[in-house]
């Protein structure tokens, strides 16, 4: 009977990776996703995603299951955003220099227009996005472009499903009121 030779390279044990990684794995893009909608066009989502594991790997032990690990995500994501959010405001406000809306855009063709057009809308529903509460502005992102359910998006804010439907209705009013406003100001 032959012996059996086993190759080096083959037999070489693949690390099991760490409770962060295998959570980065499987929720990266779920994270990266509410990051960019929660934070708007002008938003820096790749560092705020990395901040965001980066608290993971803190807390990971602090971790104790009371609640589901995505809950437990969104609240360190929607932390981060809310955070770099405010900063970028101060940013803002302490710098006069703002970015005009087609500023990189090139307009030689059609296509460029509609780019254009897409950008500056964008750009106004987040500018009223902006001037919205916290709660309002959150749970209606995540209802009408995360397209999660009410039921989901209460178990994401921890909070009834009354007060997401309530949430839901003041924001739309205040989404209405804001973009009328700042259509009339341009």
Do not use: C
Request: net charge positive.
């Amino acid at each position: 009977m032959p012996a059996i030779r086993l190759d080096p390279v083959r037999a070489i044990v693949r690390p099991v990776p760490s409770p962060v990684e295998a959570i980065y794995r499987e929720h990266g893009a779920t994270v990266a996703r509410w990051v960019v909608r929660l934070g708007g066009p002008r938003f820096d989502a790749e560092d705020a995603v990395q901040e965001v594991f980066a608290i993971v790997a803190e807390r990971i032990s602090e971790f104790r299951g009371d609640a589901k690990l995505r809950t437990w995500l969104y609240g360190i994501t929607e932390n981060v955003v809310s955070e770099q959010r405010r900063r970028a405001r101060v940013r803002r406000w302490f710098s006069a220099r703002a970015t005009e809306a087609g500023e990189h855009v090139e307009a030689s063709s059609p296509l460029a227009f509609e780019a254009l057009e897409r950008l500056q809308a964008t750009r106004l529903l987040y500018a009223a996005l902006d001037r919205m509460r916290e709660p309002y502005r959150s749970a209606l992102i995540l209802f009408e472009l995360e397209e999660m359910s009410g039921e989901e998006i209460s178990e994401l804010k921890r909070v009834k499903i009354a007060t997401v439907w309530v949430w839901l209705h003041r924001a739309r009013a205040q989404l209405a009121r804001h973009l009328a406003d700042l259509t009339r100001s341009r």
